[in-house]
Nanobody
């Protein structure tokens, strides 16, 4: 049974930091590209950051220099370190695994507000 379980969301003030984590099970994690997406209220889901099975990374322009994606193929985890958070980062963040098929987590909510 494939599972992607996100954690680490919450309420943070502008300028603060959060670290999201996604634990994967039920598939060969090391062979999959992993990504974080987000969906803000009233908006479409968008790609935030991705990391290939070999560790290559890609970021949305809006988060470059502030967010860092990383993976641990021994622990089957993918993390998203988010610094200098802005109100526009408020969204539900989803973990995604992709190779020939795509898997999604249930999401974790991040609210950036004073």
């Amino acid at each position: 049974q494939v599972q992607l379980v996100e954690s680490g969301g919450g309420l943070v003030q502008p300028g603060g930091s959060l670290r999201l984590s996604c634990v994967a099970s039920g598939f060969t994690f090391s062979s999959y590209a992993m990504s974080w997406y987000r969906q803000a209220p009233g908006k479409e889901r968008e790609l935030v950051a991705s990391i290939t099975s070999f560790g290559g990374t890609n970021y949305a322009d809006s988060v470059k220099g502030r967010f860092t994606i990383s993976r641990d193929n021994f622990k089957n985890t993918v993390d998203l370190q988010m610094n200098s958070l802005k109100s526009e980062d408020t969204a539900v963040y989803y973990c995604n695994a992709n190779r020939w098929v795509t898997y999604w987590g249930q999401g974790t909510r991040v609210t950036v507000s004073s």
